[in-house]
């Protein structure tokens, strides 16, 4: 590695990344997308002080509409996900809370794997088990456009190794979430794990407490100063924790959704590796160095310096 050597690989680094860092960006600039909180606009006014008395209420209806205004043509298909913050799925104990041989096999594999909901109060076994099953997301969205209803297509929305090699064909949900403490969705007992998309993609656990989980896809386009109505039903409880929920419609890119930190990560490396480029040159013309030269060696330097 001579000095010139070195001085060449950042400048080409630099000249590769920053060009295409500006490309990342305005793809992912090109991206349309809503984004709408509405764990408190759907609370009821009576009840803003206290949120947790209104989710914990089954008395009290938990719909809920929003309007929101499409400000950019969205090319189908679109993608509608419910976003969470401030719950950490990342969580160790949460994290382990789970039977992945019970989800294959079914309950006779339920184990202490799945500690604290394993077994229901009769003392037989829950399935799915575990804490991830049980806090599984229950919010319900549905779309329309005046009096025209906007499909989304609830298939497919998980991963297909998932489905075929993770799920049990003939595994199918007992006990679950029949006692007083519930956590969050109930799943119909009559389809196979393999076959509930939903409770699929929620035991796929994020790393980060802010994050985003596919709901289903819009097969239609949306255009410029349409207005959608949406149909909430705010069933799922955040409060408790002090979490926030959203929903967001969003098209895509070959790059993925809309996510400005890579061209921003391309363009600074690259912009680095620019100006240490310049740097190396600049110390390398006014500091010359003549390669193999045995002056520059410890010994020889103590030598001369007698």
Same mark, same amino acid.
């Given at each position: ?153 609830? =298939?497919?929305?998980?991963?297909? %190794? ?5 799920? +049990? *064909? &003939?595994? /199918? ?70 979490? =926030?929920?959203?929903?967001?419609? %969003? ?5 993925? +959704? *809309? &996510?400005? /930190? ?45």
């Amino acid at each position: 590695m001579t000095p010139g050597c070195l001085i060449a690989t950042f400048l080409v680094i630099g000249i590769i990344f920053v060009p295409f860092g500006l490309f990342c960006l305005q793809t992912s600039n090109h991206v349309a997308e809503i984004n709408r909180r509405y764990d408190v606009e759907c609370v009821p006014n009576a009840y803003r002080g206290n949120k947790q008395a209104y989710i914990k209420d089954s008395a009290i209806s938990k719909n809920c509409t929003l309007e929101v205004k499409v400000l950019d043509h969205m090319r189908a298909p679109i993608y509608v996900y419910y976003e969470l913050e401030n719950f950490y799925q990342n969580h160790r104990r949460y994290v382990k809370s789970r039977s992945d041989k019970q989800l294959r096999f079914g309950a006779k594999y339920t184990g202490e794997s799945c500690s604290p909901v394993q077994w229901d109060h009769n003392g037989f076994p829950i399935v799915p088990c575990g804490l991830i099953a049980w806090s599984l997301f229950n919010d319900t969205y549905d779309f329309t456009q005046g009096s025209k209803e906007i499909k989304v297509n609830r =298939k497919n929305i998980s991963w297909k %190794s998932d489905r075929e090699h993770k799920f +049990g *064909k &003939n595994v /199918f949900p007992s006990n679950f979430q029949n006692g007083s403490f519930i956590g969050g969705g109930k799943l119909d007992p009559t389809v196979p794990l393999s076959e509930q998309e939903d409770l699929i993609v929620w035991m796929r656990p994020s790393a980060l407490p802010k994050f985003r989980k596919l709901y289903g896809v819009i097969e239609e386009d949306l255009e410029v100063d349409e207005t959608i109505n949406i149909l909430i039903r705010n069933n799922y409880n955040t409060y408790t924790f002090g979490g =926030k929920k959203s929903i967001v419609l %969003s098209t895509a890119s070959w790059l993925g +959704g *809309k &996510n400005d /930190f890579l061209g921003y990560a391309y363009i600074v490396t690259g912009s680095m590796s620019i100006f240490m480029s310049i740097l190396f040159a600049l110390i390398h013309v006014k500091y010359p160095r003549p390669q193999g030269d045995t002056n520059r060696l410890s010994w020889n330097r103590k030598n001369s310096n007698n």
